[in-house]
């Protein structure tokens, strides 16, 4: 059985410590099937917008699978999806675990034949910002920068970077990123990050 992650959002550039590892090869430029937007504050990076997929708004995106070693099951691809999510890599927690009535924890979605491949599965946490605009967007992704999810990288303006590296592009996505260099007078995002990091000491 062929088994890959789809990617649409930080797990491109950065798989982690265990589906890295498991990534036989990458399928680039793969559309996803369904709409994504900066609808989510992730309590794990200090409130940062982070993509989830939307039924109103938001736009199919480009993103990328990752072709799973034929060792890895579907489970043990589930349980390392899910703790990429919440940031416990190297824990053990199950996906098995999750509290469906929880708001804040991990779902995954599964896409069968997706890609070519017998099964993908890729993370659908819930939207938890009702209405987002650049305004919202932007105070969320400077205060993570402030927080000490700003010092490991893992900030919303991080996480907008990287977005935008991986071809990435929502609807909401310019004036987002035009409203954090408004609010910090940044010149670029690289500066406007920095800025933000410079107010947390």
């Known amino acids: 059985m062929t088994i890959g992650i789809l990617a649409y959002g930080?797990?491109?550039?950065n798989p982690g410590a265990e589906i890295g590892p498991v990534t036989v090869r990458r399928i680039d430029g793969v559309e996803t099937p369904f709409r994504v937007e900066f609808s989510r504050s992730?309590?794990?990076?200090?409130?940062?917008?982070?993509?989830?997929?939307?039924?109103?708004?938001?736009?199919?995106v480009t993103g990328a699978v990752l072709v799973l070693h034929d060792s890895?099951?579907?489970?043990?691809?589930?349980?390392m999806l899910y703790r990429r999510e919440r940031n416990r890599v190297g824990s053990g927690d199950r996906y098995a675990d999750v509290d469906p009535a929880d708001p804040d924890s991990a779902f995954l979605g599964r896409l069968d034949?997706?890609?070519g491949l017998d099964v993908v599965f890729h993370a659908a946490l819930r939207a938890n910002i009702e209405e987002p605009t650049p305004e919202i967007l932007a105070r969320l992704a400077i205060?993570?920068?402030?927080?000490?999810?700003?010092?490991?990288?893992?900030?919303?303006?991080r996480y907008l970077?990287?977005?935008?590296?991986?071809?990435?592009?929502?609807?909401?996505?310019?004036?987002?990123?035009?409203?954090?260099?408004r609010r910090t007078g940044g010149r670029d995002l690289e500066e406007a990050r920095a800025m933000a990091l410079g107010r947390s000491r």
């Open 10 to 13: 930080s797990l491109i550039p």
């Open 143 to 157: 205060a993570s920068a402030a927080a000490p999810s700003g010092v490991v990288d893992r900030d919303g303006i």
């Open 72 to 79: 890895v099951t579907e489970t043990s691809a589930q349980d």
């Open 161 to 181: 970077m990287d977005a935008k590296q991986s071809r990435i592009v929502t609807p909401l996505m310019p004036e987002y990123e035009c409203e954090i260099l």
């Open 42 to 60: 992730s309590r794990v990076r200090d409130g940062a917008p982070t993509l989830v997929p939307v039924d109103r708004g938001g736009a199919k």
């Open 113 to 115: 034949g997706f890609a």
